[in-house]
């Protein structure tokens, strides 16, 4: 069993930064790859981010490409997510998921396990 909490978000202006954190507990949190995905209001969930358990190798969504990126450290089991040059449309809701499938996953139904959400607010 895994558990997944989110940190770190809150409100920033245009062209600011926030890095948000996902603590996990569970002894099997080393062996699941990690994503990022983000939900605004009114629109699905969409992927972000992706990091690979034994490789540390990285796949982002072209939206955030060059601005984002996700990291995991496993001596203290959490995975981050530092965002850089943040837009308006950056804005949502973001959640950190891990499965065990192999490859990069980037539909949110593959993941197995799922944190709250931390909110990311940019203003114009």
């Known amino acids: 069993q895994v558990q997944l909490v989110e940190s770190g978000g809150g409100l920033v202006q245009a062209g600011g930064s926030l890095r948000l954190s996902c603590a996990a507990s569970?002894?099997?949190?080393?062996?699941?790859?990690m994503g990022w995905f983000r939900q605004a209001p009114g629109k699905e969930r969409e992927f972000v981010a992706h990091i690979n358990w034994r490789t540390s190798s990285t796949y982002y969504a072209d939206s955030v490409k060059g601005r984002f990126s996700i990291s995991r450290d496993y001596a203290k089991n959490t995975v981050y997510l530092q965002m850089n040059s943040l837009k308006p449309e950056d804005t949502a809701l973001y959640y950190c998921?891990?499965?065990?499938?192999?490859?990069?996953?980037?539909?949110?139904?593959?993941?197995?396990?799922w944190g709250q959400g931390t909110q990311v607010t940019v203003s114009s």
């Open positions: 998921a891990g499965h065990r499938v192999g490859g990069v996953v980037l539909t949110p139904n593959a993941y197995d396990y």
């Open positions: 569970g002894r099997t949190f080393a062996s699941y790859n």
